[in-house]
């Protein structure tokens, strides 16, 4: 057997096949334990979640009384599929044209912490934070302390065990919690974000009365909500299908227009400071880039 000459060339092959080889193995060995949590336990959670989203069986009101059973149960069957297929930010963003996916997250996520102003001495709640992407993201983009709340015990399992792994585990800490009755006293936090989180909660009013509870006077609330908007039509069939199929899809007991949600805010007491459909935004990039639905979108 004849050795080859190990030239400059022959390295840099080398180097870019282990290069290649080590994200492939370690997205198999993710697909592995993906498809190793799929049990018989799973199937039964899938009955009881699809019972809860039957108008016939459970309806509007019934999700929204026993909403902590519908979003635990939805995690609890969500968590593993969108970590192995979406990444640690359980969250959409629109891409611009010179960014990855990855980029487009990251950005969208540092966008809404450049809002809160604040520093790495502060104190931050991320309310709703699946398995803690975006709170590692954010404490390490500010500095900042974050305190992560999720009603899932199996994401807080799993995202205290990505920030030791991370090394952030100092900064960043996931705490099993209901948004709607937070365990944090008065004026606490010195900033809060939520990421498409709170529009699992049942009553708007509830959840951002508790959020403002725990925010210390002057603080800042920053928010991606899923919402309807002028353009939908409750008469339309296929708007109410598109509706059902996202709260089915996302765990939530019910989408509300955006009107529902300012009109919230400031019932409760914030002083609303932006609000605006982010699908819209126009400029540089944008046009170019790709919309936070093409993700879902068939590549083939």
Known sequence: MEIPEMTPANVVVALACVMVARPILAGLKQTV???ASLTGRQQSRIEKYNDMHSDETTGLDGRN?????LVDSYYDLATDFYEWGWGSSFHFATRFSFEDFRQSILRHEYYLAGKLKVSPESHILDCGCGIGGPARNIHRFTGAK???????????NRGNALCRKEGVAGGVQLVQADFMKLPFPDNHFDGVFAIESTCHAPDRIGVYKEI????KPGGTFACYEWCLTDEYDAQDAAHR???KDIEVGDGLPDIVHTSVCTAALKKVGFEVSEARDVALDEGLHIEDGAPWYKPLTPSW
């Open 33 to 35: 334990v993906f498809f």
């Open 65 to 69: 009384e026993d909403y902590t059973t």
């Open 146 to 156: 974050v305190t992560a709340v999720t009603l899932n015990q199996a994401q807080v």
């Open 212 to 215: 403002l509870r725990v925010l």
């Open 241 to 243: 299908k598109i509706k």
